[in-house]
């Protein structure tokens, strides 16, 4: 829930800053960017999108192999196995 709620604070930060420089950009700036007045915001939010979750499948793919590395180092008392 945490992760959920920052990822939409930096989410609308970025749309933000991206509106406040175009407000700042002329047409012929943009056009030498490469974007233009329709696609600016859309295109930035989209790319910060892509590398958070970027970012988050390479959390949950450390955690889980600690988790993996993890189970690999449970310790087992010899004497107990079979008891069951």
């Known amino acids: 829930m945490f992760r959920k709620l920052f ?6 930060r970025q749309v933000s800053a991206a509106e ?7 047409d012929s700036q943009l056009a030498d960017l490469g974007y ?3 696609t600016f915001v859309e295109t ?6 892509a590398e958070l979750d970027a ?18 180092l449970v310790s ?4 107990l ?3 069951v």
């Open 7 to 12: 990822r939409r604070m930096v989410v609308s």
């Open 20 to 26: 406040t420089i175009l407000s700042y950009l002329s």
């Open 36 to 38: 233009n007045r329709d």
């Open 44 to 49: 930035n939010k989209a790319r910060l999108i």
């Open 55 to 72: 970012a988050n499948a390479r959390l949950i793919g450390k955690l889980e192999g600690a988790t993996k590395a993890n189970m690999n």
């Open 76 to 79: 087992v008392n010899p004497n």
């Open 81 to 83: 196995l079979g008891a």
